[in-house]
């Protein structure tokens, strides 16, 4: 009865011990990251954590700026969250521009591409919708005409209408991605 008395309490003992030192799954990850000696690959590891954890916080500490600006853009993606984008880029800039683009791709939104007040950078905006949801119908939204006529040809290659395509060396290279 003593022994397992003793064994009872050691165990209590122990566990209130080891308690306190258990790191939260994304403590540890952090932590894995900081390890990494290569800058370049510490801010790359940074930047999958911020966007596995959603955690726009973890891109703040990522020092190489385009590494930190798309890890920016892609949480803000994932998250479907454009004042993400509005808060890391007050100034309309081609950084915003590619934040409302992911937002818009991850929320299958085209009104975050309204956002964007250049109707070409907009139309590229409307285009990565179309591209991601496989649906040409989103290129009509475009007011640009050259957008909207890029946004068409890209679809129509992707989709494989390739006999839409305006060129014919586009069509043949259409045809000889697609097999037809």
């Given at each position: 009865m003593r022994f397992h008395l003793a064994l009872l309490l050691l165990s209590v003992?122990?566990?209130?011990?080891?308690?306190g030192n258990e790191l939260s799954d994304e403590e540890s990850e952090l932590d894995n990251c900081d390890s990494i000696n290569d800058t370049f690959q510490k801010q790359h590891c940074l930047a999958k954590l911020a966007v596995d954890e959603g955690d726009v916080t973890i891109c703040d500490q990522i020092e190489?700026?385009?590494?930190?600006?798309n890890c920016y853009?892609?949480?803000?993606?994932?998250?479907?969250?454009?004042?993400?984008?509005?808060t890391?880029?007050?100034?309309?800039?081609?950084?915003?521009?590619?934040?409302?683009?992911?937002?818009?791709?991850?929320?299958?939104?085209?009104?975050?591409?309204?956002?964007?007040?250049?109707?070409?950078?907009?139309?590229?905006?409307?285009?990565?919708?179309a591209a991601a949801e496989?649906?040409?119908e989103i290129c009509n939204q475009i007011k640009d005409v050259q957008g909207k006529e890029e946004c068409m040809s890209k679809l129509n290659?992707?989709?494989?209408?390739?006999?839409a395509l305006r060129f014919e060396a586009s069509r043949a290279y259409c045809k000889s991605v697609h097999g037809s």
């Open positions: 003992f122990i566990s209130a011990c080891t308690a190489l700026g385009r590494v930190r600006e853009n892609d949480v803000a993606g994932r998250l479907s969250d454009v004042k993400i984008c509005d890391k880029y007050p100034d309309e800039d081609i950084f915003r521009v590619e934040c409302y683009s992911n937002v818009a791709v991850g929320s299958k939104d085209t009104t975050v591409c309204d956002k964007i007040s250049n109707p070409a950078l907009a139309a590229v905006c409307y285009s990565d919708v496989r649906d040409i290659f992707l989709l494989g209408n390739c006999d």
